[in-house]
């Protein structure tokens, strides 16, 4: 008996509007208001230290999205229809996105750093490799310690893929994937475990909050959207292009 269902009142919908609301806040700070401050145009009207605790609190906000991106993926992955295009789909919003993603956040092409959407692709074809290999050595009726010890190797390459690109949060969108997949039903030690490994890196164990509402997740889509399923894809270069002109708009009105 599931002791939680009562408490789940989330569908995958809500969470993927709360996951693209908090990446939008935190991108007003790092996209906007820190670049601002970086070129001395910012603050204006207020004191630094005012606007420097608008800008940690942005960011801490901000936290809650990566990790609700990361469980959609997983979720998407066990649901989806087509997973091949579910996987073109990511890869081409992917390449889309780098562009945008680079002058928003270093004013122009920067190939050191990778886009989020990137990491996303990887950590599905991480979960559709593992799980078909795993599904190969099933019908062989081959040692399942096999098929284990490939499911490792094949996240050690592809978590190293991620951390070779530089794409946003590295090997870690991997990692939590993995979890929120194959340990589904161990819920909800799965949702603590993958908290604790996204915690060690950097701030992001200010992303509790993502954790507190995927276990609120009631296991259901939400109303089917058809083709307007991709205006959340879109959302990512569109917001990114939209804050880029914002802050060249307030950079030439407050130099002159």
């Known amino acids: 008996m599931d002791n939680f269902a009562s408490f789940r009142k989330l569908s995958g919908n809500t969470l993927k509007i709360i996951a693209c609301v908090t990446m939008l806040i935190d991108h007003i700070g790092a996209a906007i208001i820190a670049p601002l401050v970086e070129d001395d145009i910012l603050p204006v009207g207020m004191s630094f230290d005012t606007l420097n605790t608008i800008y940690k609190a942005m960011r801490f906000i901000g ?5 609700l991106f990361i469980f959609l993926i997983a979720e998407g ?4 229809s087509s997973r091949l295009k ?3 789909s990511l890869l081409v919003f992917a390449l889309i996105s780098e562009l945008p993603y680079d002058y928003a956040f270093y004013s122009g092409l920067h190939l050191e750093n990778n886009n989020v959407c990137i990491t996303l692709f990887i950590a599905l074809i991480t979960l559709w490799s593992v799980d078909a290999v795993s599904n190969y050595f099933q019908k062989k009726n081959l040692n ?9 190797i094949i996240i050690l390459l592809t978590s190293g893929a991620a951390a070779f ?8 969108g991997v990692f939590l994937a993995v979890i929120f997949c194959f340990f589904k039903p161990l819920f909800p030690l799965n949702v603590l475990a993958a908290y604790f490994v996204i915690a060690s890196y950097n701030t992001e164990w200010q992303s509790f909050p993502a954790f507190l ?10 109303k089917k959207l058809g083709r307007y399923k991709y205006l959340f894809y879109a959302f990512y ?3 990114l292009i939209i804050l880029y002109v914002i802050r060249l708009l307030i950079a030439g009105a407050l130099s002159n």
């Open 86 to 88: 579910y996987a073109i």
């Open 213 to 222: 509402l995927i276990c609120l997740y009631n296991q259901k889509q939400g």
């Open 144 to 152: 399942a310690t096999y098929a284990m010890v490939a499911g490792i």
């Open 237 to 239: 270069p569109v917001h």
């Open 165 to 172: 690109m530089q794409s946003d949060y590295k090997c870690y």
């Open 63 to 67: 936290r809650t999205s990566f990790p």
């Open 77 to 80: 992955f066990l649901h989806t």
